[in-house]
Nanobody, 116 residues
Framework: HVQLVESGGESVQVGGSLRLSCAASGNTDTTLCMGWFRQAPGKEREGVASTSTGGGRTYYADSVKGRFTISRDNTKNMLYLQMNSLKSEDSALYLC??????????WGQGTQVTVS
């Protein structure tokens, strides 16, 4: 089992930047694909970005390409999401997740990002 704890969410102005962090603990495995999702009130959860085990392969939702950067530090069991040029539509609860056998099994509780 893997525990994930997000941090770094806060209120920020349009055009600002934030860096989200996700600390993984428990039965961590560097072979796990990890990612960030977000969910805004009344909307479905959407994938924002994901990264492969070593960080060599990344995926970004079209809505965040060029503005967000996902990275991971396997030596510290940390996942990050650098968010720049934030827009009001980026406001959401951001959740960290990790895969097991290609399924998103492990989830954190989320950290709130509000852009206004």
């Amino acid at each position: 089992h893997v525990q994930l704890v997000e941090s770094g969410g806060e209120s920020v102005q349009v055009g600002g930047s934030l860096r989200l962090s996700c600390a993984a603990s428990g039965n961590t495995d560097t072979t796990l694909c990890m990612g960030w999702f977000r969910q805004a009130p009344g909307k479905e959860r959407e994938g924002v970005a994901s990264t492969s085990t070593g960080g060599g392969r990344t995926y970004y939702a079209d809505s965040v390409k060029g503005r967000f950067t996902i990275s991971r530090d396997n030596t510290k069991n940390m996942l990050y999401l650098q968010m720049n040029s934030l827009k009001s539509e980026d406001s959401a609860l951001y959740l960290c997740a990790a895969q097991d056998r290609k399924a998103w099994i492990f989830w954190g509780q989320g950290t709130q990002v509000t852009v206004s």
